[in-house]
């Protein structure tokens, strides 16, 4: 039976991944994408087996992948899960046992509105796990998701169960020469509470798209914390739907000097009334490097008493960096609280001033500057030594 | 909708001033419907040199092969159905520079709308343009002795070709979009001004564009150009009776601030609530130019419109200050773009809009700093009010800034009405309604300031009587 549901996405999602074009400027989402970077000749060479040679065998060196902290851990390679010590709490499965057990959880899954990207992650329904927390349990876990074949795709399902709570830290890496298309899922029933704390570390030779979907049930509540240290091109979308009393937190913190383009595009969706949602994206841009953010409210007829923010903060630490932002508000609800902001700026002469003046050189004072930028990103992750060493390792 | 009861999201709207029209007499009459016999026919009226017939068939040509962009705008647009519009419509006469001599009914539109008491009251010139064709013109005369050229457009191409056709279709070019290529094809009237070096206009210059026809598209074009050290403001106001079809107004502003010139552009929207509003607007400032757009939109049934200034000359400065109220089952898409090209540029953009009923309010802007310009600033602030429950609106602003010199802030939101403060005021005997049109009055009260006295105390009595009858 599993093995007939995947097929059936699977093909559902090839005939769909050809009739979808590739994307376009016409396409609000993608309207600052660097779109040659995902045009087909640029993919063309990943499909054929054959992407750059330069740096596919790049090694991550200084990079341990064993982060610490308690739970259990999973490693999905290529999305084949090699390794695993599933913690007490929660449950975790490979595609084709998640199939055989909530087929209608795959299901929705994998029919979540997307674009041509998220069909192709579907052509590979096998490729991934999904985790599941049960009612009214709690349990932490380490993820890590490797991409090294030249195109790599996986799935990862969470379930939440009412009143659950997950405390999740993940690290995806994308080797050189691999395109890695990664897709989440995250299901939060009524009450539940999810804690995800995500580095992402590419090659300069890699591309990675990745999206990650919440859907919060009533009264759910997300604390959302991303650092992307990619060197390749880059897309994330992280989209919320937000039911009754349901709140959201996501911060995203780019840093980035090669001369890639980080694209971010985010979404709050508030159908239902009473929900708080606030994403943050900051980013410091050094080099060559870009940022493209794109980013939706959309407050829905009977979402009364929404509260909704978002923000976008770039630093500009050279002169050749570029900042690309849309922060769209579609309202159609009128007892909300809704705004955005966004910041283009330098850092600051004044702070840059008082910590030369105590000694440190031009370099230092910039990169505590950067630091203490970044560190509001991870304010609501409660395991401080994970936030610690990450940005020992961001800044190192 | 003007009889409007007082149910709740339902408006009483007072179109009282603008919601009339006398019997149609026209002597030349393009017909229905868009081809380039039409544009020969409109040409040849004129009496255009041969370049401006090729200028218009070249538009026509680049309108036919563009779409609508519905892509991102709205799919509204597709309702406009260019066949069934009159493109030029015109009595003939010629251009009155008295009043007296201005044919009676052109007069009695004019009378109505309060146009000869403006005159009077504090304008250096105005311009009247009934349908295709300007009906009256006239400025004082110490500015004629200034050199001050304030004339309509088939005036100004054929009296001033050295000073107009240099930056005639230069800023807002025929590609630019699918109205602004309509516009070039097919253009009539509009204001072609031109204030020479250090002259500084103390009063405003005005034009008044009225539709009298039904299922008419006016395209006025206006072209003002204040030579070094110059300055002026000129306003412009619209309105356009009620017909049972749709009606097309889509104009072409460009602007040409040369160094150190001030240019102040004000606009008061308020043509009927079944005209297409689709105008293109842009200013090019040179070194220590300011452009301000002051942009009030009331009427109309979708109003498409982002004045933008492209800040060329170094120090230059650009702003863009804008009202919209969008009543039921009105769209005011507005905005504004600042395309920052030379060092230590600077621009501000400041809109705030109310939503009221079903009516939606949309604000795109475009902030561009290119990564050549250094030390360029921008602030951008846009605030929507929702009066009522299904009121809707959007925002959808792009910044583009490259380089560490550079800096944008943008910051929008959306609010409701302040339930206290409306308690406050009823408590203190006022009416729901008086309350509610006093907070609106209060929150655009700002931006109220920025327009010339005697527009924004219109402007306050506009937004009274349009909250009349939206709560209760």
């Known amino acids: 039976m599993s093995e007939g549901l995947l097929k059936r996405i699977s093909d559902a999602a090839k005939a769909k991944f050809q009739d979808i074009p590739f994307p376009s400027r016409k396409d609000e989402y993608w309207r600052f994408a660097d779109l040659e970077a995902w045009s087909v000749d640029s993919l063309l060479p990943y499909f054929a087996g054959r992407p750059t040679e330069e740096g596919c065998n790049g090694a991550f060196e200084d990079l341990e992948f064993d982060e610490g902290g308690g739970g259990g851990f999973a490693t999905l390679f290529d999305g084949q899960l090699v390794d695993a010590d599933v913690p007490r709490g929660a449950e975790i499965y490979s595609a084709g046992a998640a199939a055989e057990k909530f087929p209608e959880a795959v299901e929705k899954f994998h029919s979540m509105r997307g674009g041509k990207f998220d069909a192709l992650n579907s052509t590979r329904p096998d490729a991934g796990i999904l985790i599941r927390v049960g009612d009214g349990e709690s349990a932490e876990l380490n993820l890590k998701i490797i991409s090294k074949l030249p195109v790599s795709i996986a799935g990862v399902c969470v379930l939440l169960g009412r009143g659950s709570r997950l405390a999740l830290r993940k690290t995806n890496l994308a080797f050189g020469g691999s395109f890695s298309a990664l897709k989440c899922g995250y299901f939060l029933a009524e009450g539940s509470k999810l804690e995800l704390a995500s580095l992402k570390y590419s090659s300069k030779y890699a591309l990675c798209y990745e999206r990650e979907d919440f859907d919060l049930g009533a009264g759910a509540d997300v604390a959302d914390a991303v650092a992307l240290a990619a060197e390749g091109h880059s897309r994330q979308e992280r989209n919320f739907a937000l039911a009754q009393n349901a709140r959201a937190d996501s911060r995203i913190f780019a840093l980035a000097e090669s001369d890639a383009v980080r694209d971010i595009r985010t979404s709050q969706i508030h159908a239902e009334g009473g929900a708080q949602s606030n994403v943050e994206v900051r980013a410091a841009l050094g080099g060559l490097a870009g940022l493209a953010f794109t980013g939706l409210i959309r407050v829905g007829e009977r979402a009364v008493k929404t509260r909704s923010y978002q923000s976008c903060r770039s630093l500009m630490l050279s002169d050749t960096a570029k900042s690309q932002a849309s922060p769209i508000l579609e309202i159609s609800c009128n007892d909300v609280a809704c705004s955005h902001g966004c910041t283009v700026s330098k850092p600051s002469d004044e702070q840059m001033f008082y910590m030369m003046q105590r000694g440190l050189g031009l370099g230092d004072a910039e990169s505590l500057i950067v630091r203490g930028f970044a560190e509001t990103s991870f304010e609501r992750i409660s395991d401080m030594e994970l936030v610690e060493k990450w940005l020992g390792r961001l800044f190192a | ?472």
């Open chain 2, 1 to 472: 909708m003007s009889g409007g009861a007082a149910n709740r999201g339902d408006l009483n709207l007072d179109r009282s001033s603008g919601d009339f029209h006398y019997a149609e007499d026209y002597a030349y009459d393009a017909g229905v419907g868009l081809n380039a016999d039409v544009v020969r026919y409109i040409s040849k009226v004129k009496g255009e040199e041969p370049w401006l017939l090729e200028f218009r068939l070249k538009a026509l040509e680049q309108f036919e092969k563009m779409k609508n962009p519905t892509h991102w705008a709205s799919k509204k647009l597709d309702e406009l159905d260019f066949s069934k519009i009159r493109y030029y419509l015109a009595k003939g006469e010629k251009r009155r520079k008295s009043w007296d001599e201005v044919p009676e009914d052109v007069k009695m539109t004019f009378e109505r709308l309060g146009v000869p008491e403006q005159e009077r009251a504090f304008l250096a010139g105005v311009e009247a343009q009934f349908d295709s064709e300007s009906a009256y013109s006239n400025m004082k005369a110490h500015l004629e002795k200034d050199g001050v050229i304030f004339v309509d457009s088939t005036e100004g191409l054929k009296k001033y070709p050295e000073i107009f056709r240099k930056y005639f279709g230069k800023i807002i070019p025929i590609t630019d979009n699918k109205y602004s290529a309509l516009n070039s094809a097919v253009f009539s009237g509009g204001s072609f001004i031109y204030v020479p070096k250090g002259v500084k206009v103390k009063q405003p210059l005005q034009a008044y564009f009225r539709i009298n026809a039904e299922s008419f598209g006016q395209f006025e074009r206006t072209l003002i150009i204040a030579d070094e050290g110059a300055e002026l403001m000129y306003m412009e106001g619209c309105t356009a009776p009620r017909f049972e079809t749709g009606t097309l107004h889509s104009a072409v502003v460009e602007l040409v601030a040369l160094r150190g010139a001030k240019i102040q552009y004000v606009t008061v929207q308020n043509w009927s609530d079944n005209v297409f509003n689709l105008v293109t607007k842009r200013g090019m400032a040179e070194e220590d130019a300011q452009i301000r757009w002051v942009d009030c939109n009331i009427g109309s049934g979708i109003t498409m419109k982002y004045p933008a200034v492209v800040l060329r000359g170094e120090r230059a400065r650009g702003e863009v200050i804008s009202i919209a109220l969008a009543n039921s089952g009105q769209h005011q898409d507005t905005g504004a773009k600042m395309i920052h090209l030379a060092d230590g540029t600077t621009s501000n953009i400041l809109s705030k809009s109310v939503s009221v009923s079903d009516g939606r309010a949309s604000y795109r802007g475009l902030v561009h700093m290119s990564g050549s310009a250094k030390n360029c600033r921008n602030k951008t602030e846009c605030d929507a009010l929702l009066i009522n429950s299904n009121s809707r609106t959007d925002t959808y602003p792009a910044i583009v800034c490259s380089g560490s010199t550079n800096s944008v802030q943008h910051e929008a939101s959306v609010s409701k009405l302040d339930e206290e403060q409306i308690f406050y005021m009823r408590q203190r005997g006022l009416g729901e309604a008086e309350a509610v049109s006093l907070s609106v009055n209060g929150f655009v009260n700002d931006l109220v300031k920025e327009f010339p006295l005697e527009y924004s105390v219109e402007l306050r009595r506009l937004i009274e009587l349009e909250m009349e009858g939206s709560v209760g």
